[in-house]
């Protein structure tokens, strides 16, 4: 039986987890935890923090021993409308220059690759922005020293139904 739109309640939480692929369960099952009211994009959202979790252990210090990765769900209007993922990582392992991140489709054989390309396609929009002084984020000290943090948001409609046509 679908939840009305009145029992589904504003979110707004913050987690940080060890950067371990085993902590990548621990991060889709709290996301999926507070998507509950949201059965329509709840799958979604939780592939999409599944994938970029892993990115952020894959590609940053996040994935060092010691490394950190801070999830953050919250959900804009009353009642919601909009819910927004954000993943904040600990940085480049590297001094090399930050590359633009791209949603493309890599090859059929590419065993990985496909994080931000599916993040494109189950939501709404999506992007990156520096992690180090934005006043309502991570200011990037709790992930650790290193600078470079970066945080990946992604936006699901609560209701698709009211979007316009191509607004994607």
């Known amino acids: ?20 692929a085993e902590n990548c369960g621990r991060a889709r099952s709290w996301v999926r935890s507070l998507t509950l009211p949201y059965p329509d994009v709840r799958d979604s959202v939780e592939l999409v923090a599944s994938e970029l979790f892993t ?4 590609h940053t210090r996040s994935g060092d021993p010691g490394g950190l990765v801070q999830m953050t769900l ?11 993922l954000e993943i904040t990582d600990g940085g480049l392992r590297t001094d090399l220059p930050k590359q633009v991140a791209h949603a493309l489709l890599p090859p059929s054989d590419a065993q990985s690759g496909r994080g931000l390309f599916i993040a494109s396609v189950l939501s709404r929009a999506w992007g990156r ?13 709790a992930l650790g020293p290193h600078s470079g943090s970066m945080t990946t948001w992604v936006e699901f409609s609560l209701h698709p139904e009211l979007e316009m046509a191509g607004s994607r």
Do not use: K, V, Y
Not at 1 to 20: C, E, H, L, V, Y
Not at 55 to 58: G, T, V
Not at 74 to 84: A, H, I, W
Not at 129 to 141: K, V
């Open 1 to 20: 039986m679908p939840m009305s739109d009145d029992a589904r309640g504003p979110i707004q939480a913050t987690r940080t987890f060890p950067g371990t």
């Open 74 to 84: 919250s959900t804009e209007d009353d009642p919601p409308t909009l819910l927004r």
């Open 55 to 58: 990115n952020a252990i894959r």
């Open 129 to 141: 922005f520096p992690a180090h002084g934005n006043g309502d984020h991570l200011s990037g000290a």
